[in-house]
């Protein structure tokens, strides 16, 4: 019983030999180190299998409050950090905010409050032709995929369109639901080569007709009939693959179809005249995320469920114990 104490306190008047460096605190902290940025090029290679089976970071945070020891997001960095392009934004305001329609009535539950926002106004046709540049990539609180705002070079104009992963600033795209440029036509000796063509169109952010795309390729921001915008892989991380195209009109209807396959696994007949985008949409880890705390849930328009409210009251009723109660009446 004496030793112990004997050693107790001297480990207690131990003297360091070496002073002890004061360690930075560094809050947030990446899980994994990041790959080095890809060289910006005129234009952006194609999707491939690999971008959405990447690994990838999540940044987590020093717990110093208990808002914080849950909290995951993912690594957006390359992001812009200061306020939209005001000309293409709407103010979000009034009773639509709550989930109500023109006459007051829910018909969205659990919606209500959260932070003021703007709404983004989102070209989902693209049928400009000629170069665009990519300015930046934003985040959308509309939206849970990443934005691009693109710089029209023949005239300055400018519009938003959904981001595909991988884009980044500097990066020219094209849309092509206008037809082929004369350019390139004339680079293909007059006459349409569908392997030449692809080669050349079928770059990440391209928006192409589907009868354009070769068979294989990661789409999203898919359309569903001609002169229309996209309707389908809209959200973060999604995207559908070109199975297969009919080179015949069936059905009777003199219209000639592109199989489709979506993340689901169904295989849905598109017009061939239908819209569609090269790549995946950006933000795929969006789905891991955790908001840490109630509040943050709040802040984005989320209310809670009267169920979940039912289910804590009854938890707490449950660690009451039954002698609080009296029963001497």
């Known amino acids: 019983m004496i030793q112990p104490r004997i050693l107790l306190r001297q480990s207690q008047r131990t003297v360091y030999k070496f002073p002890l460096r004061p360690c930075p605190r560094t809050y947030a902290t990446a899980v994994e180190v990041q790959s080095a940025a890809e060289p910006t090029v005129a234009f952006a290679p194609p999707a ?15 717990p110093r409050t208990p808002g914080l020891r849950h909290l995951k997001r993912p690594i957006n960095d390359h992001l812009w950090k200061g306020r939209p392009f005001l000309p293409l934004t709407i103010a979000k305001k009034g009773h639509g905010k709550g989930g109500r329609n023109n006459s007051g009535r829910v018909t969205i539950r ?18 400009t032709p000629g170069k665009h540049t990519v300015e930046r990539i934003e985040h959308d609180p509309g939206r849970s995929a990443h934005i691009a705002l693109l710089n029209e070079d023949a005239t300055g104009k400018k519009s938003y369109i959904v981001a595909a992963e991988g884009m980044r600033e500097g990066d020219v795209l094209q849309s092509y639901r206008a037809g082929i440029p004369k350019d390139l036509l004339a680079s293909m000796g007059g006459v349409i080569d569908p392997g030449v063509l692809a080669a050349k169109t079928a770059w990440r952010g391209n928006c192409l007709p589907l009868h354009m795309i ?7 921001n898919v359309g569903s009939m001609k002169g229309g915008g996209a309707v389908f892989c809209r959200s973060a991380g999604t995207y559908a693959i ?5 080179e015949e009109a069936k059905h009777g209807s003199g219209q000639r179809f592109v199989n489709v396959r979506l993340q689901s696994g169904e295989i849905r007949k598109v017009n061939r005249e239908a819209c569609a985008t090269v790549g995946i949409a950006s933000n795929p880890h969006y789905m891991h995320r955790q908001l840490g705390k109630a509040g943050r849930a709040r802040w984005l328009n989320i209310r809670p ?17 039954p002698e609080s109660f009296h029963t001497d009446y």
């Open 242 to 246: 070109v199975m297969q195209k009919d």
């Open 110 to 127: 659990h919606r209500g409050g959260g932070h003021k926002r703007r709404l983004r106004t989102v070209d989902f046709h693209r049928m």
């Open 305 to 321: 469920t009267v169920r979940g409210l039912a289910m804590n009251a009854g938890m707490f009723l449950l660690c009451i114990s």
């Open 48 to 62: 491939s299998s690999d971008d959405k089976n990447a690994s990838f970071a999540m940044r987590t945070y020093k």
């Open 214 to 220: 070769p068979v294989g390729t990661m789409i999203y």
